[in-house]
């Protein structure tokens, strides 16, 4: 059975840090591209982050509203994937999600086949 | 960056009523649409991709069509359990976005 859990939420002052992990199995990681998303609450989704495969060389790609303070990586030998968040800002209130790409080859279909239940992050003073 | 307007935003229906809502881009991409369904505290779960390609699972009462800058996702005769709110996505480009979504209620 394919599944993601997300984990390292929690509440955060605005200027601090916070890393989420998504614990994958049911797969074989490496051969997935996987990826952020996250929902404000009461809204819609929104994409944060992608991560290539191993045969894409994990190549990363990034939303401009998070571009040089989240990094996204992935140790695939622990079936991990995570996003380190920094420079936290209320903004970045929201849901978070990780994904599987329905690519199975390591690239990017760009669809989304497999979600978490998600980790909820609030950022307040 | 690709936007994606859909409307209705909101589909007031009873079970049985067939529902149709529409995706528009403001640029075309082909086919590379998926759609997704979100049930209130869950995750999204993919219905469509390519546009008009189901997902494993997916009832064939739910359809998927169109192309280019348009696309349509119709539930034939809605049951209960498809209450929800829908999103589709392009995947046509960086930066992934998401239309608004349309509640079905």
């Known amino acids: 059975e394919v599944r993601l859990v997300e984990s390292g939420g929690g509440l955060a002052q605005p200027g601090r840090s916070l890393r989420l992990s998504c614990a994958i199995s049911g797969f074989i990681s490496e051969n997935y591209a996987l990826s952020w998303f996250r929902q404000p609450p009461g809204e819609g989704l929104e994409w944060v982050a992608s991560?290539?495969?191993?045969?894409?060389?994990?190549?990363?790609n990034y939303a401009a509203s998070v571009r040089d303070r989240f990094t996204i990586s992935r140790d695939n030998s622990k079936n991990l994937a995570y996003l380190q968040m920094n420079s936290l800002t209320t903004g970045d209130t929201a849901v978070y999600y990780c994904?599987?790409?329905?690519?199975?080859?390591?690239?990017?279909?760009?669809?989304?086949?497999?979600w978490g239940q998600g980790t909820v992050v609030s950022v307040s003073s | 960056e690709i936007v994606l307007t859909q409307s209705p935003a909101t589909l007031s229906l009873s079970p049985g009523e067939r529902a149709t809502f529409s995706c528009r881009a403001s640029?075309?991409?082909?086919?590379?649409l998926a759609w997704y369904q979100q049930k209130p505290g869950q995750a999204p779960r993919l219905l469509f991709f390519p546009a008009s390609n189901r997902a494993a699972g997916v009832p064939a009462r739910f359809s998927g069509s169109g192309s280019g800058r348009d696309f349509t996702l119709t539930i034939s005769n809605v049951e209960p359990e498809d209450f929800a709110v829908y999103y589709c996505q392009q995947c046509y480009e960086w930066p992934l976005t998401f239309g608004g979504g349309t509640r079905v209620e």
């Open positions: 994904a599987r790409d329905s690519d199975d080859h390591g690239g990017y279909s760009l669809a989304f086949d497999f």
């Open positions: 640029q075309s991409f082909g086919d590379s």
């Open positions: 991560i290539s495969g191993k045969a894409y060389g994990g190549a990363t």
